[in-house]
């Protein structure tokens, strides 16, 4: 089955800085990929995402790039923010009728 | 609208006994899916159900069951708990499920299961 790797676990940038979250995955088939953001004591909430047939799609502060070749994918976000702290997953999804698989997550912290 | 509600958010049960949780999806939504969170494991798919039938499994043991009722809202059971299966359990709703080839999920804030 899919297998998602999301590094770096733990990132902690100062604010105002850029980061950079990275995942890969393992079938080549997988078309859809999702980024949830998840706040202390709630549940994961979708932030971006981007189909396969895209390299590149920003929403403001955020955007998420996509090398199918390399079968990586990346969350940028500029210009961070104290409530940007939180924990990210990644996500890749195959077809229609397959499950989401999750990355491990990466917690990060925005130093004010 | 309503989000999607868990119950209980917080539970302390002892090895052996079994325990079963609770989700309302948002109004409208047909599909129920269930997550396993642990720290350094990330969300670990348990199964999903739309309109009353699982429509898909995660690889967790027969102790881990589910079902949903005609009013969309859904329960999972574990039974015999192990010290393994303290985490955090989240529901997340959709409007299509794992079968919309997107489709945004919806989580809810989980149940905190603590086994001792």
């Known amino acids: 089955g899919e297998n998602v790797e999301q590094h770096p676990s733990t990132l902690s940038v100062q604010e105002g800085d850029s980061a950079v979250i990275k995942c890969t995955y393992s079938?080549?088939?997988?078309?859809?990929f999702p980024w949830y953001k998840q706040e202390l004591g709630k549940g994961p909430q979708l932030i971006i995402d981007?189909?396969?047939?895209?390299g590149e799609k920003k929403d403001q502060r955020i955007a998420v790039t996509l090398n199918k070749t390399a079968k990586h994918f990346s969350l940028h976000i500029t210009e961070t923010q104290p409530e940007d702290s939180a924990v990210y997953f990644c996500?890749?999804?195959?077809?229609?009728?397959?499950?989401?698989?999750f990355g491990t997550g990466t917690r990060l912290a925005v130093r004010p | 609208k309503a989000g999607v509600t868990q119950t209980p958010r917080y539970l302390i049960k002892t090895r052996g006994q079994q325990v079963t949780l609770s989700c309302s999806p948002i109004s409208g939504h047909r599909s129920v899916s269930w997550y396993q969170q642990t720290p350094g494991q990330g969300l670990q798919f348990l199964f999903e159900y739309f309109s009353e039938t699982q429509r898909n499994k995660g690889n967790f043991p027969g102790r881990f069951s589910g079902r949903q009722f005609s009013n969309s809202r859904s329960e999972m059971n574990v039974s015999t708990l192990e010290l393994g299966d303290s985490a955090l359990y989240l529901c997340?709703?959709?409007?299509?499920?794992?079968?919309?080839?997107?489709?945004?999920?919806?989580f809810g804030e989980g149940s905190r299961l603590t086994v001792l």
């Open positions: 997340a709703s959709s409007l299509g499920g794992l079968a919309s080839n997107t489709g945004e999920l919806f």
């Open positions: 996500a890749a999804k195959k077809s229609s009728g397959d499950k989401l698989t």
């Open positions: 981007i189909r396969s047939n895209v």
């Open positions: 079938d080549s088939a997988s078309n859809y």
